[in-house]
């Protein structure tokens, strides 16, 4: 509940993907005034599988909505590295009890249109408004957004969480023009019903273990595993290719997905072979932007139209649900709209660093997952297997480099997993602004 001397802002968000409507969630619960933007005409099933780590669910839980979650997700118990031809496992990341047992929070994995939809009604819950089928021209700095029906919507606050290839990110950077980065590959991404999963004898063992699996290659790699309560099974394929940017809905071939993963681990092509259709989309991120807020100090970009990265750390929902929780703590800490410049500075600084390495790492684990076969792959095979006898920090165990697990590594989950936004939104704001400043801030 909002403190009876903190204002209500009116806030417009624009985009209703994780981001925001993560943040609408934070923001309306706080009781400011929030009204979101979505484009599309409703909540589509499209995307594929999430993976929320305990830095995610540890908000979400904060918000009060893990009994809904707990209706919608799987607990993996493990995250099996896979030889590609084989399917041997080469490494492992333990999740379960692991996770709560270090970070208090449980690894779950999800649908992203389950994710979308709790969020939706979350924020519904808390009193925002959401509106769909109103896609957004233009957002100008006074602030103000300028939907293409005509209607311009004056706020206190604009936050743009309108993905990879922003809108309200122009009118924060009119100078720059700034494109997504295409990676080499695109992605595949499909379904297989657990019922014909669990009647096929060579692949049932993938829906009665719960554990999420990667097989990696030259190139490529397949992550899949049990969605939806355990219902379906979700597979995405990284592969060289084309496809537009920030388009969702394309439909792949099959035959050039079979084509792409012929020569793989015989049970993960048969998985493949219960696949009815797919759907491709390229794998893009950003390099980092000069600045997230705009001139007057009340525009201000969250998730992909910040920090949009690969999908290889498995963060981008992650950290889009960490910028809602660190914006909704910055802004607490204003009395008056004139407050809110101050506060998504701090709000930036808290932020763009720790996305960034996150971008960047991303890359670099897709380019350690994609080594072509030979002495390279044959270390980071013998570098992964390190934790498979013991949970041991691969950083001080024979000089082993400790980035061939990022997954596996203990000090590179502690940075990541164990991340508390609340906490570090709280111990900027307090250091930054210290006692001098202690009575307005706080």
């Known amino acids: 509940m909002p403190s009876e001397r903190k204002p209500s802002f009116k806030v417009v968000i ?91 929070y449980p690894y779950w994995l999800i649908h992203r249109a389950d994710y979308q939809r709790i969020l939706y009604e979350a924020a519904l819950a808390a009193g925002a408004t959401v509106r769909m089928d109103c896609a957004v021209q233009v957002v100008d700095d006074s602030p103000a957004v300028h939907l293409v029906n005509g209607e311009v919507i004056r706020a206190d606050l604009v936050v743009g969480a309108d993905g990879i290839k922003s809108k309200v990110r122009r009118s924060i950077s009119p100078d720059e023009n700034v494109q997504p980065i295409s990676s080499p590959n695109c992605a595949f991404r499909a379904t297989v019903s657990a019922e014909v999963m669990k009647d096929d004898p060579e692949i049932a063992h993938l829906m009665d273990d719960p554990d999420a699996n990667c097989w990696i290659g030259y190139e490529r790699h397949i992550v899949a595993y049990p969605i939806r309560n355990g219902t379906i099974y979700n597979i995405v394929m990284s592969h060289p290719g084309q496809a537009p940017v920030a388009s969702w809905s394309e439909s792949g071939n099959l035959k050039e997905m079979h084509w792409h993963f012929q020569s793989w681990d015989p049970v993960i092509r048969k998985v493949l072979a219960h696949v009815k259709s797919c759907m491709k989309w390229k794998l893009a991120d950003l390099e980092p932007l000069t600045t997230w807020v705009g001139q007057s100090g009340r525009v201000v970009l969250i998730g992909d139209a910040a920090h949009a990265m690969l999908p290889y750390l498995a963060s981008g929902a ?36 720790r996305c960034e390495r996150i971008v960047k790492g991303s890359r670099a684990n897709g380019d350690i997952w994609h080594l072509s076969d030979g002495e390279q792959q044959q270390e980071r095979d013998r570098n ?26 203990i000090s590179v989950q502690q940075w990541l997993w164990g991340y508390n936004a609340f906490e570090a939104a709280k111990e900027h704001l307090d250091i930054s602004y210290g006692v001098v400043e202690k009575t307005f801030w706080n």
């Open 14 to 104: 624009c985009g209703a993907g994780i981001a925001g409507l993560g943040a609408a969630v934070c923001l309306a619960q706080k009781g400011h005034q929030v009204t979101v933007f979505e484009a599309a005409q409703t909540l589509n099933e499209v995307g594929a599988g999430i993976q929320i780590p305990p830095n995610g669910t540890r908000i979400l839980d904060a918000y009060g909505l893990t009994e809904v979650f707990h209706k919608n997700v799987v607990w993996p118990n493990n995250f099996n590295m896979r030889r590609y031809a084989t399917g041997k496992i080469i490494g492992r990341s333990r999740f379960l009890p692991h996770n709560l047992d270090l970070y208090g």
């Open 318 to 353: 992650a950290t889009a649900i960490e910028d809602g929780a660190v914006l909704g703590e910055c802004i607490d800490r204003c009395f008056s709209a004139s407050d809110l410049p101050k506060a998504l500075k701090a709000f930036e600084k808290i932020r763009k660093t």
């Open 384 to 409: 992964m297997g390190l934790e498979m006898e013991d949970f041991i920090d691969v950083a001080h165990t024979n000089g082993a480099n400790t980035r061939d697990n990022m997954w596996g590594d």
